[in-house]
């Protein structure tokens, strides 16, 4: 079964420090890896994705992710954080018989302090 | 991109009615949709996948008659929760997946549901 732990609920950065939302798997299959930013009263947007290939992944608006297996983890990074980042962020992996079930973490709440 | 809408944003309802929740693709087609539930301060939980022309599949412990669903065609999905309870309040979202393999969801805004 698949499952996704989020450490910290909130996590509070100044505007232009780095930024680690953290995210720990557990699959019985190689998973495919996404992270999703949800702005209030809006639907999930796609970050980025892991799927095969490079474990480096770069995303939108200047996140990334690198995938660990031997860690099973798949950290979420900005190198600086801006005022627009604050959001809700959420870590999921799909199922590895059906890639289209998606499980989540339970999410990371993000505030950016001025 | 691929937009996917919900409708009602917000419902409250009384104990014992019944509520109906839309979720259309609305530039695509999508013969799976797929319905969450979502806990404050908890995870997005699968609750069931629904297929356009056949039964839905529900995830384990969820209530196929509690929770009805119905692919009416390529671009509807409903979620109807029976006789709901205040227990049954919660956010539920719904989700499509994109044309391509291993594509990315694409998921409604949601809907508050609040039983009375």
């Known amino acids: 079964a698949q499952s996704v732990t989020q450490l910290g609920s909130h996590v509070s950065v100044s505007e232009g420090a780095l930024v680690l939302l953290r995210c720990n798997y557990s699959s019985s299959v190689p998973p495919y890896l996404f992270w999703y930013v949800q702005y209030p009263n809006q639907g999930l947007q796609l970050l980025l994705k892991y799927t095969t290939g490079a474990t480096l992944v770069k995303g939108i608006n200047g996140f990334e992710a690198e995938f660990k297996k031997s860690e099973t983890s798949f950290h979420l990074t900005k190198p600086s954080a801006h005022m627009s980042d604050a959001a809700e962020y959420f870590c999921a992996v799909s199922d590895g018989n059906n890639f289209n079930k998606f499980y989540f973490g339970s999410g990371t709440k993000l505030n950016v302090k001025p | 991109g691929a937009v996917v809408s919900q409708h009602p944003s917000r419902v409250i309802c009384k104990s014992g009615t019944s509520v109906k929740i839309e979720c259309r693709s609305l530039?695509?087609?999508?013969?799976?949709m797929f319905w969450y539930r979502q806990f404050p301060k908890q995870s997005l939980m699968l609750m069931a996948t629904?297929?356009?022309?056949?039964?839905?599949?529900?995830e384990q412990g969820v209530e196929k008659d509690k929770f009805l669903i119905n692919h009416a065609s390529l671009t509807l999905s409903t979620l109807t929760v029976t006789s709901a309870h205040p227990e049954d309040s919660s956010f539920y979202i719904c989700s499509a997946p994109g044309t391509r393999l291993y594509n990315e969801q694409f998921f409604g805004p949601g809907t508050r549901l609040t039983v009375l």
């Open positions: 530039d695509f087609q999508a013969t799976t």
């Open positions: 629904s297929n356009e022309g056949s039964k839905a599949t529900y």
